[in-house]
């Protein structure tokens, strides 16, 4: 399968792909580990007439910590969060969910930016974001602007990047003491897009109850779902057998799946109450110092 | 249509081509080096694996024009003066392969694979393995070929 015929650039800086970005107009789309766009362009699902390479920018693919924040440049593959001593330690629901997108190959080109700027409800790494209440930075001709992930996912296939913007960072605050996340998803087989995915993120207060909840869903619905329902259930709760196993039906309530290949939408609702009880539980455990 | 420069198994290559040329496509056609085979074509399959640049990729999901000032190495740059690489002779000693279609991608894939990791567990193996499918099944033995290339490997034998 080949494409149909683009122009190609390959800028050196940020300034001069944003630059581009504004000159060439909408019909232009930026090219980073490729791992969607090529298949897509391969099928001829989408044919853009002018493609911005930005893997010879450098310094952009940095995993770091910094000001709090563990920070994500463009650039970074999805390979480096896997094997980063920080995100195994500090941020195990990031090495969970890394694990789980398309397979090693695929992971070595696949930029994490990417996997939320493709605008994706299928893709895996929005549910965590939205649990772990990150920012994205986007950088376009009038500088820099942060974005709150909840808002970063307006409709199917769209973000709020402007189209002169690039995603450039993501920042994710560091978890306080007594925190913990986990990220479970169901696949057909390695490769697949998530039949269902659940990201969950607490933190427990001196009493051990749950002092702040973030949980996302990936692929039931047209955006990736921040459960707020759920959230806000869980907060102020001791997290009992019984109030996991509710949490569950809340987030199973929340979600919007429909009928497709991967199953009934009754099948990915039942699978998501499942899934959050799970992560919740693995959760909790690493909020008392489990794994 | 675009010059660009790409060191191949160590020789520096010259070309004019079109930008939406597949990097597999640049191998196969372009350099005649037909080892690199083309499977599923849609991203899944890994029997188009090859190393840019220390890292493995699916080379029908790259575009030729991103490997321009790259260096890579495809199935045929494993073999070095007539002497088999560890993992084509892990690959021999334990009958790692029946139809023989998705060896060059699995053999890229352990390329990468056991520079990074040269004492592997053999779940280790198979998670590295999972975006190379085997349609012979004969997973068991491709795991074993690893374990002996990787043994080869830490003795000194590459």
Redesign the interface.
């Known amino acids: ?8 650039f ?1 800028p050196q800086t940020l300034d001069e792909a944003v630059a581009l970005l504004q000159k060439l107009g909408p019909d232009a789309k930026l ?1 980073s580990g ?2 969607s766009l ?2 897509m362009m ?1 099928l001829r699902l989408v044919s853009p007439e002018y ?1 911005i ?1 930005i ?1 010879r920018i450098t310094g952009l693919d940095y995993v770091s910590e910094s000001d709090g924040h563990l920070k994500i440049g463009a650039l970074a593959r999805e ?1 480096q969060l896997e094997s980063s001593e920080s995100v195994k330690t500090k941020f195990p629901i990031l090495a969970d969910t890394a694990k789980v997108i ?5 992971r ?2 696949a930029t994490v930016c990417g996997n939320l700027a493709h605008g994706d409800p299928a893709n895996d790494h929005p549910a965590t974001m939205l649990a772990l209440g990150a920012t994205v930075v986007a950088t376009g001709p009038k500088g820099k602007r942060e974005i709150a992930i909840a808002d970063f996912f307006p409709g199917l296939f769209t973000t709020a990047l402007e189209p002169e913007e690039i995603l450039t960072e993501i920042r994710i605050p560091f978890p306080p003491p007594k925190s913990g996340g986990a990220y479970l998803k169901l696949e057909r087989k ?2 697949d897009f998530a039949t269902a995915g659940v990201a969950v993120q607490i933190t427990l207060d001196d009493s051990g109850a749950c002092k702040t909840a973030g949980v996302g869903l990936t692929n039931v619905g047209m955006t990736p779902i921040k459960a707020t329902q759920t959230e806000a259930f869980l907060v102020g709760k001791k997290l009992d057998e019984a109030t996991i196993q509710q949490a569950g039906e809340t987030a199973a309530s929340e979600s919007q799946p429909m009928d497709d290949i991967r199953g009934s939408a009754e099948y990915k609702r039942d699978l998501v109450r499942v899934l959050t009880a799970r992560a919740l539980s693995r959760a909790l455990a690493r909020a008392k110092g489990g794994a | 249509m675009t010059t660009i420069k790409v060191k191949v198994n160590g020789v520096e290559h010259s070309a004019d081509i079109e930008p939406r040329m597949l990097l597999v496509h640049f191998i196969r056609e372009t350099l005649r080096l037909t080892g690199t085979h083309i499977g599923c074509d849609t991203s899944h399959c890994g029997a188009c694996t090859v190393v840019m640049d220390g890292r493995a990729l699916k080379s029908c999901t790259a575009f030729a024009v991103q490997a321009d000032g790259r260096s890579i190495t495809t199935v045929e740059g494993l073999e070095q003066d007539g002497k088999l690489h560890p993992l084509q002779d892990g690959f021999f000693q334990e009958h790692g392969l029946q139809c023989g279609y998705c060896t060059p991608g699995m053999l890229m894939t352990g390329l990468a694979f056991l520079s990074e990791n040269n004492n592997p567990t053999d779940d280790e193996i198979r998670h590295a393995i999972s975006g190379n499918l085997c349609r012979c099944t004969g997973y068991v033995n491709i795991v074993k070929a690893y374990q002996h290339a990787a043994q080869k490997m830490r003795e000194g034998g590459a």
């Open positions: 399968m080949i494409p149909r015929s683009f122009e190609y390959s090219l490729g791992q090529i298949p391969k493609i390479d893997n390979h398309a397979d090693p190959l695929v070595s080109q390695v490769g």
